[in-house]
């Protein structure tokens, strides 16, 4: 890997950093409203909707300007977000601001590695990028947690820093100072050079060609169905954090500040995953990884056994490591079809758009869920049921597409 990889990781190591570390603290300022509890997943929710309404849009910005300069640009909206949780905006509008800057930030961050790195060392990269941006998740919610702890937030006033005289404020301005960081190492990413033709900017015209995109993806035959796990993935990820915070608070008995270190152990598992995919899954078998997609929903149903703090650490973390290591090769396997399909900006805007719509429905069905009051280990066997059942029906498929073609050759396929 070459230097200017290391920095795009520096920068949305931070930048990931940042986002996790806000939701935490988005959370703690719905629970001083006194807000119902049904309202803390929409929080997420909020946040994802950006990447679904601007799908059509954001890659066609992100393949018209070098993406150093567009992941720099997206970092200044999500600081603009925090900021408005700072003047005491509603966390839910405040956040979906900050949701706005990621879903132009994400064609950027992973288009920019198909520019960068030839299809063989994509796995590895994918790799690297989701250990590290799980690295971030842990040490966010964690930070997030430590913030939002009262003993730290006491210590942060005492330093009297002038507008900062509640906790949420000395939160936010560490939060908005890590953003910073990220834009800074923004401005180092080098130009790769990749130029794209003229970005269409007629909103009807681009729609039409998102629409164009989408429907290639879905139609080729290995895209299909990393696009379906990743889809699946993302959404699961989603709801999981949530899921694990009530079930922490219900079956384990921990505040929200102990809750969020358990999310942050659940992503050293996805890490250790990661880093083992990288390393010995190469993207020619990128498909035989899918049954530990089933593997996983039937391990997250164990989770309502578990009342002991010391039997969850190794439970999340095998959960975790099950998820990284059947997601990164899947992800890099989709970037690399939607590279030789399309340009780099516009698969990743499709793949965001999918994952994101998996996002917006979980999430809509647990809040549901949470307002009807059912009990948190239904809604666990549940979720664990839907994601086993989900990957079998696309392995399913997978072996009927088996048939007809031969993916070693599609996955050879290059653009000449």
């Known amino acids: ?100 800057g990621a879903a132009a930030y994400s064609p950027a961050k992973y288009g920019i590695l198909t520019e960068l790195l030839p299809p063989e060392k994509l796995v590895a990269a994918n790799g690297w990028i989701e250990g590290l941006t799980v690295v971030s998740i842990i040490l966010g919610t964690v930070m997030g947690g430590a913030l939002v702890n009262p003993t730290i937030s006491s210590a942060l006033l005492s330093i009297k820093i002038p507008f900062i005289d509640t906790p949420s404020a ?64 993302w959404g699961a990820g989603a709801t999981l954090q949530f899921i694990v915070l009530k079930w922490a608070e219900k079956s384990l008995q921990m505040p929200l500040d102990k809750a969020a270190v358990l999310q942050g152990i659940f992503a050293i598992g996805v890490a250790l995953g990661a880093g083992a995919a990288a390393r010995v899954v190469p993207l020619r078998k990128s498909l035989t990884v899918m049954p530990l997609g089933v593997a996983m929903g039937l391990l997250v149903m164990t989770m309502t056994m578990v009342h002991s703090v010391w039997i969850a650490y190794p439970l999340l973390v095998l959960i975790g490591a099950l998820s990284g290591y059947f997601v990164v090769p899947m992800n890099a396997l989709l970037q690399h079809r939607g590279y030789v399909l399309m340009s780099a900006g516009h698969s990743i805007a499709v793949q965001n758009f999918n994952e994101n719509m998996s996002v917006l429905t979980m999430l809509m069905l647990y809040a549901m869920m949470v307002k009807l009051n059912l009990n948190v280990n239904i809604v666990i066997i549940l979720f664990g049921l839907f994601v086993s059942g989900t990957m079998l029906l696309t392995m399913r498929r997978h072996a009927n597409n088996q048939r007809k073609f031969d993916s070693l050759a599609l996955i050879g396929e290059h653009r000449y």
């Open 170 to 233: 000395a939160a936010l301005t560490i939060i908005m100072i890590v953003y910073i960081v990220a834009m800074v190492f923004n401005t180092k990413i080098p130009d790769t050079g990749a130029r794209y033709p003229h970005q269409e900017r007629n909103p009807i015209r681009l729609i039409a060609d998102f629409s164009g995109c989408f429907i290639t993806l879905w139609k080729d035959k290995l895209g299909q169905i990393s696009l379906a796990v990743t889809t699946l993935f």
């Open 1 to 100: 890997m070459n230097r200017g990889f290391y920095t795009i990781m520096a920068a949305q190591f931070f930048s990931s950093l940042a986002d996790n570390a806000l939701l935490i603290a988005a959370i703690a300022l719905l629970a001083e409203m006194k807000s119902p509890p049904w309202m803390t997943p929409l929080l997420k929710l909020f946040f994802v909707l950006s990447y679904v309404l601007l799908a059509a849009f954001v890659g066609a910005f992100a393949d018209s300007l070098p993406k150093g300069r567009v992941m720099f640009i997206t970092n200044l909206i999500k600081i603009v977000g925090c900021g408005m949780m700072f003047v005491a905006i509603h966390p839910l509008i405040a956040y979906a601001v900050v949701g706005f």
